[in-house]
């Protein structure tokens, strides 16, 4: 699969995957720093932003992509950052090819199984009818009817687009998410661990990581650190930006 993508900078390679319903463009702030010391590639994960489309899903996938996106861009190893179900996707594919990557960045998730906190988000969306709606307003007020945290809502509008026919899009695969959620938010087995140095990032608002899943951390990255950021949530690169990008230049660096 041909993912879009974003170079910028020089430098050896990063490579930065998205969360749920995100896009590389959620990340520009960021790689406007990083980019200063790093080439930093920005993509797209399937079933999201300009990437394809597909009916299937799943963490073995988004590894085979990262690993075909290796391929293509000729990079024989790199570090990684992974948000959320871009971080499940960075650790799984860590423990496949941890040949292939440098060091490891993992922001606000962990290698384990989460219980459904998206149930409202998948209901909001598909309660929009795209065919009729007019406005970015109307759609928006639809979402509002089930979505209470403003910025959850401003974050699915990034996503909302018009197609060539002047018809509104989702940029993220609703009903491909929607039907492999459950998949989304497990986590693979392994049989290994990586051995590699690996950043957790936690938000000091979010209970993404905590201490029921200290042993799988463990278990499957035995050379991590944590590091917490005040003063941010669960999109830790958002809502704290410049103490994110400190945090994981230092690590970078170490």
């Not at 879009?4 to 390679?13: H, R």
């Not at 999109?235 to 704290?240: K, L, Q, S």
Request: aromatic fraction near 12%; hydrophobic fraction near 40%.
């Amino acid at each position: 699969m041909q993912l879009n993508f974003k170079q910028s900078g020089q430098g050896e390679a990063l490579i930065i995957l998205h969360g749920l319903m995100g896009s590389l463009d959620n990340w520009q702030s960021v790689v406007k720093v990083l980019s200063e010391f790093y080439t930093v590639y920005t993509l797209d994960q399937r079933n999201h932003g300009k990437s394809p489309h597909s009916d299937v899903f799943s963490y073995d996938l988004l590894a085979a992509d990262l690993l075909d996106f290796m391929d293509q861009q000729q990079l024989a190893k790199a570090s990684i950052i992974g948000h959320s179900m871009g971080g499940k996707a960075a650790m799984h594919f860590a423990l496949l090819q941890p040949e292939r990557v440098n060091k490891l960045i993992v922001s606000d998730i962990s290698p384990s199984a989460y219980e459904d906190r998206h149930n409202l988000v998948f209901k909001a969306l598909k309660a929009v009818d795209l065919a009729t709606a007019r406005t970015r307003e109307e759609v928006q007020h639809v979402i509002e009817q089930f979505i209470d945290e403003q910025s959850t809502v401003l974050f699915l509008m990034k996503g909302l687009y018009r197609d060539a026919n002047n018809q509104f899009q989702w940029r993220f695969n609703v009903p491909a998410l929607d039907a492999h959620y459950i998949d989304i938010s497990d986590f693979p087995e392994h049989s290994n661990n990586f051995s590699g140095k690996t950043l957790f990032v936690k938000g000091e608002n979010s209970d993404y990581i905590n201490a029921s899943n200290y042993p799988d951390i463990i278990r499957y990255f035995p050379q991590h650190d944590i590091a917490e950021i005040p003063n941010a949530g669960h999109w830790v690169h958002a809502d704290n930006p410049n103490q994110f990008c400190q945090v994981v230049l230092d690590f970078l660096k170490s």
